[in-house]
């Protein structure tokens, strides 16, 4: 006796087709989505549960036939291919995943431009608690830069979180935090700092700033015609500042003429090439800074010193020479009167330092028969080819007028600077630390903005100085622009080859082909 199945409505087949179809979109979509956001909330999973009772529903509707498409010989074939595409999705889940867990990145960029410097490294290791970026901008165009970095930062700190916020849509939020135009805020703990560039060296910065709770100061002199932190001139001292804010320091000025001893506040004064003598009464002042655990940077030109500084870097085991370096196997653009330097001697301020480039220097010797309470060690030398040029004027001096004169000038290598640190008083409740060196001419804004290695170098001297050695890194490079711009012809040629060229060399095998096979 056989029994009648009642035909489904059409409706409630296409129903059932359409509502498989969605499960299978949904189930196949999450895992996607989760692999994009690597997150996995509340709704994802809701939407996954979803798609398998979706699945289920259809299963169940078309019972009959899927029970019938099963007993066949093709569902037999069909159950063997979609084993091996499980097995494949799982093997690539399970790659996936096992990457997930353990991330190694390679950054094969010229200039690095995906891995972050050892300062921010070291910056970001020490966030105490939660710091909040806050990055503004109208309608988030050219958000994914920006983004790429931060990502980068959170990556490297769970300390670090951020968000973008479209100042058209959230124009409320732009007025109470004060923006006008495109901003980073930075903020932690009640601080804020604002910066106005998306490269990695300002943000860094700004990170150091806000997590300084106490910045240390920072005390140029002025009046002996020293390099002027305002001014931004080639041969200025602006960037110079620029460095040691950007070290999270406070910088001021200071008058030795108008003052009777260093401020208690001063954790290191720094001397930037004064070209005038340093009268006995303000060296007296430096040099009572100084024996009583004083922190001094002293830049120091052929030349410049007087009796007063002589008498004093004679007390620390040190002496400026007399006359000009010359370089003749590392000259910078074929100048031998700027040495080059690749290589220093073991210091925590020269570890890693790239080359740094030193215009019209004099030596600075460190004394062969120091004092028990001292100790001092050259910083950075010249290549066994230099010497010192010790005629009077040297800097003004032809190439042809350069050369070496036995018994008159002095063989390389050169010290062309020192660090020396000592206890000179008994009273003192800390040891001095000063870092000598023999040109104040690479620390302008010139020199400053084209080699990183001088930044380093001043900004290095000064955090060992401050004894603030976890600063002492190599610091982020500003953005290359590598751009690669096509000539008019160069750009004809690559638009030929490849919109022309290429199809048309597609059709002519073609065409062969067919011609051999007729």
């Known amino acids: 006796m056989e029994v009648a199945v009642k035909a489904k409505a059409p409706w409630r087949r296409w129903l059932s087709l359409a509502l498989g179809v969605v499960g299978v979109g949904l189930v196949i979509g999450t895992p996607v989505l989760w692999l994009y956001r690597h997150t996995f909330d509340h709704w994802a999973e809701s939407a996954l549960m979803a798609g ?43 790659i996936n995943l096992l990457a997930a867990l353990n991330v190694q990145r ?10 972050l410097s050892p300062q921010t490294l070291t ?40 968000r973008f916020i479209d100042m058209t849509q959230e124009p409320g939020l732009a007025k109470q935090y ?59 001292g602006a960037a110079l500042k620029q460095i ?32 005038d003598p340093i009268p006995e009464q303000q060296m007296w002042v430096l040099e009572s800074y100084i024996s009583y655990g004083g922190k001094v940077l002293m830049l120091t030109d052929p030349g410049s010193q007087d009796e007063n500084m002589k008498n004093m870097l004679s007390r620390w085991g040190l002496e400026a020479g007399k006359g000009t370096v010359v370089e003749a196997a590392t000259p910078f ?28 220097s004099t030596s600075i010797t460190v004394s062969k028969n120091l004092p028990a309470w001292l100790q001092a060690q050259p910083l950075i030398f010249t290549s066994d080819r230099s010497w010192l040029k010790t005629k009077e004027g040297a800097e003004k001096l032809s190439k042809d007028q350069l050369n070496y004169e036995e018994g008159k000038d002095v063989r390389g290598p050169l010290s062309i600077a020192a660090v020396v640190m000592g206890q000179l008083e008994l009273g003192a409740e800390q040891k001095t630390r000063m870092v000598v060196v023999g040109n104040s001419t690479f620390a302008t804004n ?73």
């Not at 930062?153 to 670090?160: I, L, P, T």
């Not at 320091?249 to 506040?265: F, G, H, M, R, S």
């Not at 982020?476 to 711009?485: H, L």
Request: glycine share 6%.
């Open 446 to 518: 010139r020199y400053l903005a084209t080699f990183s290695g001088n930044r380093d170098f001043i900004a290095n001297s000064v955090n060992w100085l401050a004894e603030e050695e976890e600063l002492i890194t190599i610091r982020a490079n500003p953005p290359e622009d590598r751009a690669f711009i096509l000539d008019p012809m160069e750009n004809l040629i690559l638009m030929g080859s490849s919109v022309i060229g290429l199809p048309l060399l597609v059709l002519l095998a073609g065409g062969a082909v067919w011609w051999v096979r007729r």
């Open 106 to 115: 390679l950054d094969l960029t010229a200039n690095k431009a995906f891995t």
């Open 52 to 94: 398998f009772a979706l699945i289920l529903y259809f299963l169940y509707e078309n019972r009959v036939g899927v029970a019938r498409a099963l007993g066949g010989r093709v569902a037999r074939y069909g159950t063997n291919t979609t084993v091996m595409i499980v097995m494949f999705v799982a093997i690539v889940l399970f």
């Open 333 to 360: 653009l074929g100048d031998p009167l700027t040495p080059v330097v690749y290589q220093y001697p073991f210091s925590l301020i020269t570890k890693d330092l790239g080359e740094t480039v030193f215009p019209n």
């Open 244 to 275: 040691l804010e950007n070290e999270a320091y406070q910088v001021e000025t200071l008058n030795l003429a108008v003052v009777d001893k260093i401020p208690a506040d001063a954790s290191v004064v720094v001397l930037a090439g004064p070209k």
């Open 123 to 162: 910056v970001l290791s020490r966030i105490p608690s939660p710091l909040q970026i806050t990055v503004f901008l109208p309608g988030l165009e050219g958000k994914g830069p920006i983004e790429d970095v931060l990502k980068e930062y959170a990556r490297q700190s769970d300390k670090v979180n951020y």
């Open 178 to 236: 004060k923006i006008q135009s495109p901003t980073i805020v930075v903020e932690h703990e009640g601080s804020r700092k604002d910066i106005y560039t998306w490269d990695e060296q300002p943000l860094t910065s700004a990170i150091l700033t806000v997590i300084t709770k106490k910045p240390k100061k920072v005390y140029l002199t002025t009046g002996h015609r020293e390099l002027d932190p305002n001014n931004t001139d080639a041969d200025g």
